[in-house]
């Protein structure tokens, strides 16, 4: 025969693993979610610094001076 108090004891394990086992299943969707946001996020990113640095490389050089590259003004 069975102890009733082992009996409860592993009854009582199983109970704790059960909810360890969905508190993790929890966080695993939880962080999946979060996971997918981010990859989709950073995708957007890509996109945009792709379009800007498209616009960047399609501009002209300024025919402004630098500031080093000036002469002082005549009162100096």
Do not use: C, W
């Amino acid at each position: 025969m069975s102890d009733p108090t082992t009996m409860n004891e592993a009854l009582e394990a199983i109970e704790e693993l059960q909810t360890k086992l969905a508190f993790q299943e929890h966080t695993i969707e939880t962080l999946n979610e979060a996971l997918t946001a981010q990859q989709y996020q950073i995708e957007k990113l890509q996109v945009q610094m792709r379009h800007v640095m498209e616009k960047v490389k399609g501009f002209e050089p300024s025919n402004i001076a630098k500031i080093s590259d000036e002469s002082p003004p005549p009162h100096y």
